[in-house]
């Protein structure tokens, strides 16, 4: 099983850099003055298209506040820095209530997609298959090098088949080829939309596209705004934590760290998995039908838009976040609970379930800690509580060993590993006995989320140690 | 023998650094035999004065650096050795 790959790249740094901004103005109670300033303090005048890429930070910066692009589009920064508590307060007409996952239209680069190409590796050879086999005649000699005519193209690929040279290529927009349910198409403008009908929040396509143009509302604001407040705050934190802060930093670290941004209390979700696959267990060998799992909110969603009739078979249990705020919301009432992980597709499971208040990515701790001067690795360890195999809720296949470790699932198991198999795996349900799916929407599991900010190969190698 | 200590620290961690340690994958051979690669915690140094990721190279601190940046560095500090 393969994890998704992970490269550092210049829009991640920029994205942590602005966040590490945001998060010193919100804690210093001055973005009023200092947000319209943001733009031009992280795009060096010397940058290429300055202009354009501060028009582009302007509006994620209304992302990452929480703020929906599509109402605020055309409202200036300082405007909305003037008003910012009137913007991001809770009944704002210009929050962006279940819109999980916006893309930034200024930003999109609108890449043809679709298209066949001749690239240079055309060598005018003499047989000239791609002419022959093209049934619109669409292929015609210019320059020493075949061309397409786009108005005749009907995109059928016969011709990239033919060529002994592979010279032809399908231009394809990265974001529509990442998204594993088809909801992204174009708008009249020709870039990226989202349909949300379609979208199961997980994030992919945000991941996938090289001008950052597709980026998840944010709950930093009323996190940090809580921290500084009289509210208790108490952060749950993803078994998917170990390791996302270097190599040197240990989960105790972490926690400490935590602790020290302001938080109240700071608990592993990891407790809360243990728990889940107790319960799990005994539900998949009680019951006569095939059980998939709940832990992953943009599996679940998918299988509501997309298997409506597996819907019923979703596991009763729900998932560790939610236990575990539940839980704590019985227990303490008016505090604020704030999940923090990977992932994009628990801002849209927390909206719905209301098992905690915020969500919270590893990116967006990092850039906290760094706003507040924190360094994990100069602390102290903390202990940590949860079993190995809670630990392990973080990769794909670690549920379902988790779940073994209680009980021996008597029948076959599907490890969905990425959403781009579901239609697959789902087949071989109809036809196949199966007893138990473990879906994950990221390749890799929870460890390839969205939110990560280590190679989700490293991650593995961390929490499969915890085992030995 | 060249001394890399790459910083790991949070703050180097989330701005790139352990995207360097590709730049030393990718050198010649003959330089990659000269270099000892040890990760370090926070060296205090990104706080105020330098930009994250930070290199320390024989005693030496280099910042703002990127896999491309960190290739360079190497290849000319190891020539100035010879």
């Known amino acids: 099983m393969s994890e998704r790959s992970f490269v550092f790249n210049e829009v991640m740094k920029k994205r942590r850099q602005t966040l590490i901004e945001l998060a010193k103005m919100i804690d210093n109670g001055n973005l009023q003055e200092e947000l319209p300033k943001l733009p031009k303090k992280i795009i060096p005048d010397s940058s290429e298209q300055v202009y354009l890429e501060r028009e582009i930070l302007s509006q994620k910066l209304k992302i990452y506040l929480g703020l929906d692009y599509d109402k605020t589009r055309d409202i200036e920064l300082y405007e909305i820095a003037q008003d910012v508590e009137e913007f991001v307060s809770v009944d704002s007409e210009y929050k962006a209530y279940g819109k999980f996952i916006q893309v930034i239209k200024e930003a999109c680069d609108r890449c043809p997609s679709g298209r066949y190409y001749v690239t240079d590796l055309c060598r005018n050879c003499l047989a000239h298959s791609c002419h022959s086999v093209c049934p619109k005649k669409a292929i015609e000699i210019r320059n020493n090098r075949a061309y397409i005519d786009s108005e005749k193209c009907i995109g059928c690929g016969l011709c990239a088949n033919a060529c002994q040279y592979y010279s032809i290529v399908k231009l394809e927009r990265p974001c529509e080829t990442a998204c594993p349910v088809d909801a992204i198409s174009r708008d009249d403008t020709f870039a990226a939309d989202i349909s949300e009908e379609r979208c199961v929040s997980c994030g992919i396509c945000s991941t996938a596209c090289p001008f950052g143009a597709i980026e998840s509302t944010s709950d930093f604001f009323p996190v940090i705004r809580s921290l500084n407040g009289t509210d208790k705050t108490i952060a749950i934190i993803a078994p998917s934590i170990v390791s996302q802060f270097g190599p040197r930093t240990t989960v105790g670290q972490i926690k400490n760290a935590i602790m020290e941004c302001g938080f109240d209390e700071c608990l592993e979700v990891a407790i809360a998995a243990d728990y889940v696959a107790e319960k799990e267990a005994r539900l998949v060998n009680e019951e006569s039908h095939c059980v998939l799992t709940s832990c992953c909110p943009a599996f679940v969603d998918y299988v509501r838009k997309f298997q409506k009739p597996y819907e019923s078979q979703i596991s009763s249990v729900p998932s560790p976040m939610a236990v575990m705020g539940n839980d704590l919301k019985i227990i303490e009432d008016d505090t604020r609970i704030v999940f923090i992980g990977p992932c994009f597709a628990k801002r849209k499971e927390a909206w719905e379930n209301k098992s905690v208040d915020y969500v919270m990515t590893f990116e967006e701790l990092g850039a906290l800690f760094i706003a507040k001067g924190i360094e994990p690795t100069k602390l102290d360890d903390a202990e940590i509580g949860g079993t190995p195999e809670g630990w392990g809720f973080a990769f794909s296949g670690g549920v379902t060993e988790a779940l073994e470790a209680v009980d021996q699932v008597n029948g076959t198991v599907l490890r969905m590993n990425g959403l781009v198999e579901a239609s697959t795996l789902f087949k071989r349900v109809e036809t196949e006995p199966i007893k138990l799916i473990e879906g994950m929407a990221c390749r890799g599991g929870c460890i390839a989320g969205p939110g990560i900010t280590v190679d989700p190969r490293i991650a593995k190698q961390k929490i499969k140690k915890m085992k030995s | ?82």
Do not use: R, W
């Not at chain 2, 035999?33 to 994250?52: A, G, R």
């Open chain 2, 1 to 82: 023998m060249m001394e890399i200590k790459i910083c790991v620290g949070t703050t180097c961690h989330l701005l790139g650094s352990s995207s360097l340690v590709e730049a030393i994958n990718e050198l010649p051979e003959e330089i990659k035999t000269k270099i000892t690669l040890k990760y370090s915690t926070c060296f205090d140094k990104c706080q105020q004065e330098m930009v994250p990721p930070v290199v320390n190279i024989d005693g030496e601190f280099f910042d703002d650096l990127n896999p491309a940046k960190m290739k360079q560095l190497i290849i000319e500090k190891a020539g100035e050795d010879h």
